[in-house]
Every structure is written in structure tokens, then in C-alpha cells.
């Protein structure tokens, strides 16, 4: 059964998802986003070719719920795929965001397990840096 805590501030707090693992979570979304791509690309001439349980959404979202250890991960799951799901065609920071995550893949062979090592290392620099500098560094 999910259980919310309403009066979180965001969906992580809501569901009790601990910080290093919303990392991971979000890591290995971000990994079967581009590993289904990368595997089409990869497998078929013509990615209509693909069956659909590799090439849909549905077959993405199946493949990413197998990361949970509990209900409130599945929802997290969902909710965090669906939110760069959403936003994959036209918000040109996360499509930056995506070209760099698979330059990351490429750099890791695919490796599930290093992609996620670095993605997190990454995403704890990035985020010092922005405790550090805060959003104004682009203004001097």
C-alpha cells in the first residue's frame, strides 16, 4: 500500500524515499530512457521493427518498475519517468541534460551499475556547486 506524508515539501519527501535513493531511482530512469534507445538503434534497421515491450512507453515504464523494493517506489518510479517523459521534446536544459547522460552511457559501455556510480557522483557535484554559487553565476 502507498503511503503519502502530505505536508512533505516534494512527490522523494512524500513518499519517504531517502535522498541516495531517489538518486538511484532517478539514475536508472534516466539509464532505460537511453539504454531502450540505444538497443533499438542498436538491434533494428527500422525501429518500428522492435517489439513493443522494447520501443513503448509501457515497455519502458515495465522495465523501470522491476527497480522497486517497495509501492512507494513504483509510484516514485512512474512519477519521475513521467515527469521527463513530459518535458523530453521541448525543454531544451533536460534535452542538454539527456545528450550528456548518453555520452555517459557510451562512456560506461552501457554498464547499468557504473551509469548509475557516476550519474549519482555527478549529481552530488552539481549540486555543490549550486549550494556553493548559487543560480545567479551566470549574471557577472
Do not use: C
Request: charged share 35%; net charge negative; glycine share 4%.
Amino acid at each position: 500500500m502507498v503511503t503519502f506524508n502530505h505536508s512533505a515539501g516534494n512527490v522523494q519527501a512524500a513518499l519517504s524515499i531517502p535522498d541516495h535513493r531517489s538518486d538511484v531511482l532517478d539514475a536508472k530512469v534516466l539509464f532505460n530512457i537511453i539504454n531502450q534507445a540505444m538497443m533499438i538503434n542498436k538491434l533494428f534497421d527500422n525501429p518500428d521493427d522492435a517489439p513493443s515491450n522494447l520501443r513503448t512507453k509501457t515497455g519502458l515504464i515495465e522495465r523501470i518498475l522491476d527497480e522497486a523494493k517497495s509501492d512507494n517506489e513504483r509510484v516514485y518510479l512512474v512519477w519521475e519517468y513521467s515527469r521527463l517523459d513530459l518535458r523530453m521534446d521541448t525543454d531544451k536544459k533536460l534535452q542538454h541534460v539527456l545528450a550528456g547522460m548518453t555520452m555517459l552511457y557510451k562512456a560506461v559501455d552501457g554498464d547499468e551499475d557504473k551509469f548509475v556510480e557516476k550519474f549519482i557522483i555527478y549529481k552530488n557535484e552539481a549540486k555543490a556547486h549550486k549550494d556553493k554559487h548559487g543560480d545567479d553565476e551566470d549574471d557577472d
